[in-house]
């Protein structure tokens, strides 16, 4: 699976942004999807994942309320909606996906396909 992120940009504090990331092939309803993100000198950290039919999503508290991941299977493609930007939610933002048929997960060494990142950069 091939991943390509895009949508993202700069924007003021408060403000929103959507990221959408687009899976080559005709099979992405069998792969879980995440996003990721890398501030400058911090670790890649979690920040959304979906099940394969949509159903289920998960988030950490950082950006629970502010965020939503959402897909398009029909598309390829899965989404993040981010409101209420914070400047600490700068960071490039990196889509990934798991092996086939696995379920929703959270952890880096759990997803096996990664884009190429976005960055986002949110002004105070």
């Known amino acids: 699976v091939q991943l390509q992120a895009s949508g993202g940009g700069l924007v003021q504090a408060g403000g ?13 309803s069998r792969y879980a999807m995440g996003w ?7 670790v890649r950290e979690f920040v959304a994942a979906i099940g394969r039919t949509g159903g289920s999503t998960y ?3 950082s950006v629970q309320g502010r965020f939503t991941i959402s897909r398009d ?10 409101n209420s930007l914070k400047p600490e939610d700068t960071a490039v ?8 048929y696995l379920p929703i997960a959270t952890r880096i060494d759990q997803y096996s396909y990664w884009g190429q990142g976005t960055l986002v950069t949110v002004s105070s």
């Open 73 to 82: 299977n029909a598309k390829g493609t899965v989404d993040l909606q981010m």
């Open 59 to 61: 988030y950490p508290d």
């Open 93 to 100: 933002y990196y889509c990934a996906g798991r092996r086939r």
């Open 36 to 42: 990721f993100r890398q501030a400058p000198g911090k």
């Open 16 to 28: 929103s942004l959507r990221l959408s990331c687009a899976a080559s092939g005709r099979t992405f």
